[in-house]
């Protein structure tokens, strides 16, 4: 929110000496939080200037431009001479003359300089030079403000540009400090200095009731209960000239806001907007089709906004319309058949109150943030529509010279009901750590605008209409902190209970996510949105269709689901990563998918209400309706493991190195793992790997299909693992017990079987663990061969088998009777025989 100086001070009392920073400080007290200052970036001498003659010079390069005599006033040296191209002045004008010294916007300084023959001794602006608006085909004319001052008078003061403003940044709940009347009222809480409320407006003052204009609300569809408009008032103003000018203080007030000035109507309406926090519209009362009924949409209509583009409307968007259909989103923005143009002569004033939820779900629907609905939809006062309506009309009366019916013509107006909150004794100190006295309590809340009375054990509060945001006792006591000063809040750590810290889960998953780091591999974050087909390609072996979530507000259209795999993610940062020259990457990341299971309905619209802790039933509920949402961890292996070096040729990552990675895993996670070979969508055949432990599948690894790799934008061998750690950390069991060591020496021998091509080598490899017994202590695969002396349809894999005992050392014969005996077991699953 940006709040010019000038306006207010309107509302209350700031010191004449007080600073842009001076400011801030006081707001950044109460809770906001300091933007920027801005001001309109220009110094003097400005000055108005009235043409006394020119002289119309033809130019070689076919321009005209005009040699001027600008008289600046005797305290500026008089008469000087300006060249000028712009050619929509005449003699006598009155202009804004910037000298020799002067400073515009950009910055751009102003110096006397030859050009087109001539010595100009300053400039003439337009308005955009000022910063006063987009406007720059043709000078500033003073007249055409309605402004006849006399020539050397200063025009930064004439016009406004002398002002400056301080922006802050307004959080959600805060909504009514998106106003000068809710600002001024923060810093006079922060300062204590005297507060006008804008607002503060007898009902009798505004006009009464007569129905002369009809106003309807048909909601057939309240969101959460809630009627979409609560209040509707509609005034007439007759007779607008549309083409007066907008004063310049009016311009620059909204200028240094962040609004461009759009006539008068429009500036109006804006205005108010930003004064009071109520945002209104104007409608060409002459465009309209008999009375206006606020209702919802029906299926298939659309709507032309004033933006010019045609919306596709939801029967949950709330319309303004007429006997010919939709006139205006509500609380968005209006529509284009009944809007103010350079024609308007009859002016219909919108105030109302819209439900919060409805507006910022149409916002965000039609991807349509505009002033009206960022006040709307954080809720605006709700006595205020009548308010604003009026100020609106009083406004248009005064600069466009409209007549105010005096009658209001239509208005629909709810009883604004504010519920009471208990607020015990006690309950602020207890909360907030800081001994507040009763009378502090009470002066705090009495100050934001609270009804406070005694009750048993503590207060009743009522909250001012202004402040939808309090709801609850624990919202006032934040309240009576902020008020009081933070300041007051001691700099004391509380003390964990003792017994706390982290679950074996969380235990688990740090020592794997320190394992990979140590490893030399890099986490990293991404967002868990993806594609329908990046989910099936990735998050099933086959690549078939699965159940998955359909967010129904997604912040990215083209990707809209929630993932079933890390994989896509991870692909993603690679390649952002490649498009920044980092070639050589070894990533990990251990985040949530969500993993839906086929024909359950998952959801729920019965909430129970967040004051209270729901009881272990509720929790069930809840819960079921939420699809499983295990933690997995994905490894994305891709460029080189060691670089290109003098007498070094570079070693790229390849399968091997995945496999480290997931062996890393299933070391700090305390679980031994095996491989076996297998078949994915994604994979490369013949380089893809299924993890288990046990016989339960945890993973997998492999090596991206080049055409996958080369649609991820990925050159080169690109290497996944993905596991399911929330699984894997279930199966490792709450403690890992070390084996014990044997003093004896052990016993090696190796041993070839030969088995069909279609065998896992996993399988075999179990097969002989399985036979061997409790001696044999280690296994390893040493060679898989085929070629001359093998079967064709065979292969022969070579094991390392290391035996020990316990308690003496073993003969050779122990080990070889071992070894026979996983090779038996070998040849009974799969046929395996000793190769010669």
Known sequence: MRVPLSWLREYVDVAPDATPEDVLASLVSVGFEEEDVHSFGLT??????????????????????RWCQVD?????????????????????????????????????????????????????????ELGLGDEHSGILRLAELGLDPEAGTDAIALLGLDDVAVEINVTPDRGYALSLRGVAREYAHATGAAFRDPGDRAFDDLGQPAGGFEVAVVDDAPIRGNVGATEFVARIVRGVDPGRPTP???????????????????DITNYVMLELGQPTHGYDLDLLQGGITVRRAREGERLTTLDG???????????????????????????????????TRNVLIEGAHFDPVTIARSARRHRLPSEASKRFERGVDPLMPFVAARRVADLMVELAGGTLDTEIGGALFGEVFVGEITLPHGFVGGLIGVDYTDAEIVGALETIGCEVDEADGGWTVVPPTWRSDLTDKWTLAEEVARITGYDRIPSQLPVPPSGSGFTPAQQGRRRVANALAAAGLVETLSFGFTTEAQNDLHGSPSGERLPQVLLANPLDGQSPFLRRTLVPGLLQVAHR???????????????TVYLPEPGVTYGTDDVPAPAVRP?????????????????????????????????????????????????????????????????RAALHPGRAGVLTVGDVEVGYAGELLPAVAEEADLPGRVVVAELDLDLLLSLAGERVVAASLSGYPAATQDVSLVVPVAVPAAAVRAAVV?????????????????????PDDAKSLTFALRFRAPDRTLTAAEATEAKLAGVAVAAERFGATLRE
């Open 577 to 591: 990563n490649l498009s920044r020259g980092l070639t050589d990457l070894a990533l990990f990341e251990i985040g």
């Open 72 to 128: 600046v006033g005797s305290e500026q040296g008089g008469v000087r001479g300006i060249v000028c191209g712009a050619r929509n002045f005449f003699e006598g004008d009155k202009v804004v003359v910037t000298l020799p010294g002067a400073v515009l916007p950009g910055p751009f300084p102003i110096a006397a300089r030859k050009t087109y023959g001539h010595v100009s001794d300053g400039m003439i602006a337009s308005a955009k």
């Open 44 to 65: 003097g001498p400005i000055v108005v200037g009235r043409v006394v003659e020119f002289v119309e010079e033809p130019q070689s390069n076919g321009k005209t431009i």
């Open 248 to 266: 310049p203080w009016m311009v620059a007030r909204l200028t240094l806001a962040g609004i461009r000035s759009l006539g008068i109507l429009i």
């Open 309 to 343: 583009k045609d919306r596709a409307l939801s029967t949950e968007d709330l319309l303004i319309t007429d006997e010919s259909g939709p006139i205006g989103l509500a609380g968005v923005m209006g529509g284009g058949t009944t809007e103010m143009s350079d024609a």
């Open 615 to 679: 009881d272990a039933a509720t929790l069930a509920r809840l819960d079921a309706a939420i699809p499983p949402q295990p933690r997995f961890v994905a490894v994305l292996l891709t460029g080189n493991r060691v670089a290109k070096q003098p007498g070094q040729a570079a070693e790229p990552f390849d399968l091997a190195d995945g496999l480290d990675a997931v062996r890393t895993i299933a070391a700090a996670a305390g679980v031994p793992l095996d491989v076996a070979q297998t078949r």
């Open 770 to 790: 399985d036979g061997a017994g409790e001696l044999l202590e280690s296994l390893r695969l040493v060679d898989d061969y085929r070629g001359t002396g093998v």
